[in-house]
Every structure is written in C-alpha cells, then in structure tokens.
C-alpha cells in the first residue's frame, strides 16, 4: 500500500471499511513518514476536544468580547497558547471524529439502526433572529481571504507567515452567530471538570480559518503540500511543521511554516479553504420516540439513548460522509448546555456512526435538545497562486 494522505485522515476520523482499516494499519507499522503523521492527527484531535470541552467563559464577559470585535482592532494579539498544525489533517482539522477515544461499551456500538419515518421539527426560533433580514451565505464558494504577511530567514529555513480570515460579510455572519451564541448559552456543564467561571474566551478560539497549501520553487516544482495536487506529484519534503494562532478578529488566523532555504520557495498555492464555525441550529428529541432530524439537507437518525453505569449514550447516525459536518454534537437540557465525555465514530456499509458518552445521567431525560459545535466548512477551489518573493 503506498502513502495516501486522503486514506489516513479518514483512518483517523474512523471511515474506513474493515479490510481497508486492516491495510492502512499494516502500511502504519512499516511507514514513519505516515506513523509520525498519524500520531500528529491523533494529537490534533486531542487538543482540539480538550480545547471545546473547557469550562466556558461567562456571559458577564461575552459584550468585552463582542466589543474587541466590533472594534475591528488591527492590532497583532498575543497569540493563543493553543498551536494548531495545519497538516493534511488538522487543517482538516479534525473532522468531528473522536476516533481515538473508545470508552463507549460494544453493546452499543453494535446496536441495530432503528429505522424511523418521521421528522423532528427543528427548533426554528433563533435561526429566524438570525436570518431575519439577512442574505443567507453560501459556503460553496470561497469563504476565506488569505495572505502572505513574511518571508523571513531563521537559520537554514524560510518562514513563511500567511494570513486567513473571513471575507467581510462571512466575518459580519460570525461576529452575530457568536454574539448570539454566548448570549443563549450562559453556562456549559463539562463532563469531569468543575463549575467554573472561566476567564479564558474559550468560544472565541473555536471559530477558525484554515487553508490546504502547496508551497512551489520557482521551476513549478513541489516542495511541500497539505493536500493532494491535481497530477498527485510527490513533494520534495514529505515532512514539515506548521503553528498558528489567533488574532483579535473573530476566526482570523496567522499560520507560520517553515522550509529549508535551498528549496527556493517561489509561490504559495491555495487548494481549498476550510473553516470552524457558529451555527444556531437545534432540534428536539423526544427520547420515548426517537426520530429523524435534517441538519444541512443531510438526514441524521437517533438511533439510541441508553444509559450505562451513570452515563448516557447517544447514537447518531447518517449515510455516507456529510461534506458539512458537526465535530461533535452537545445537548442541551434544563436550560443548559452540556458537553459530551467522549466520543466515538465508525464508517460502517457506507453509514457514519456517532456515539457520544455524557456522564452524571442516572436516567433518560424525557426531553433534551440536539446542538452542533463547531461546524466544519469547506471548499475545494481552483489554485489561487500567491507569490512569496
């Protein structure tokens, strides 16, 4: 089997068949460009969890915030402690996969699908406040605007700084999304963690601007990519690193990656734009009569609510592999939003499989709400080519 960048990053997110997983896995153990890899991806996902799953800030501190945005402040901020590696797949980040945790029991895991006829009603209410006189955006063309801020020498390496953030009216979209976001959800209860408040903007730091690259020398040869090439060339440097962080604008970030000078790196190619982001979206689940709910256009069944051993299990699950996807779904009951312990996902006879494990339920409520955080968007586009010199 040789290196394929797109099967390791659904080995990751856990969408390979069985015997597809089996080869993948038997290419990891004799592979080090593809284990060093898939322990980055797995690393990612780590923290990207840990970082949502964080105590959330106070609505007491959400107008600071909301006014740092709206300020439009120029300013560099000190970047997020948080790194991200834009990878092939943390840029990627992280689908909504937690494939790495597997605390979930196998009985439920291996449940039947129910098969349920009827719709739920989604909750429409916040998403008219939002809509209401707004153009509805299209995140099927690009979204992002990207930049490159430097070049600059450290030591044998170039470090090539770029920019990605909202073009102006997606960012107007997230800066209301978040605002009313934090506005309705004043407080978040975490699995394992204390009732806090925590002065941390974790909620700020969720929503995120990321782009697939390939970095070019001045002969049109590939040096690095992130993503696979249209004539699928092999790159010069199979290995590199990427670390970024946040600004004062909501979703605006500022990636630094490195390549060894005598590499003559000439252009820096956009391939595909991704982003993390706010949505409003709920829906109700009677859970005496599990149902069907659309999110996306995409249909997501409620297979299962079980508990086991002072947790609860919900099993979600839709067919095939949504282009636009949740990293992971909270719920919400008794005016609370609650965030999931763990997670996990499978890509079984083309369907997605999604179990998610909240802990301190003794019993199945007889209501609760269905909520996405994040959402993940993306766009593959024709190469936009930028110019490092």
Known sequence: MKCNAYLLEDYVEGFLEEIERNKMEAHLHSCKNCQLEYEQ??????????????????????????????????????????????????????????????????????QPFDEPTQLIETNSNVLEEHLEGEQVLDYNEPFLDVSIDKVEENGENYDIIYRVKFKENYQQEQNNLYKQFLNKYQNVEVANEPKIESTQD?????????????????????????????DDEQPLIPKYSTS???????????????????TNPSTFEVLRMEAYVFDLFETDVNTSQLQTFQYNDVTYAIDSVEIDKGSMYVKISTEGKPETVPIYWYIEHNNR???????????IKGRSTYIYEFENFEQIPSNLKLVPAPVKKFKQIDPIVLDLH
């Open 41 to 110: 991806l797995l690393n990612e996902q780590k923290t990207l969890i840990a970082q949502l799953n964080k105590p959330r800030m106070a609505n007491s501190q959400a107008d600071a915030i909301m006014q740092r945005i709206q300020t439009n402040v120029k300013h560099k901020k000190s970047w997020h402690t948080l790194k991200m590696s834009v990878i092939s797949a943390a840029v990627i980040m992280l689908s909504f996969v937690l494939y790495s945790w597997n605390r979930t029991p196998n009985e439920l895991a291996q």
């Open 202 to 230: 974790d909620f700020f730091g969720t929503v995120r601007s990321m782009v697939k690259f390939a970095i070019r020398d001045d002969k049109d040869q590939l040096i690095l990519t992130t993503w696979k090439t249209k």
């Open 244 to 262: 970024g962080g946040g600004t004062e604008t909501l979703g605006e970030m500022i990636y630094t990656t490195s390549v060894p000078k005598y």
């Open 337 to 347: 939003l609650i965030g999931l312990n763990s997670g996990d996902h499978k890509y």
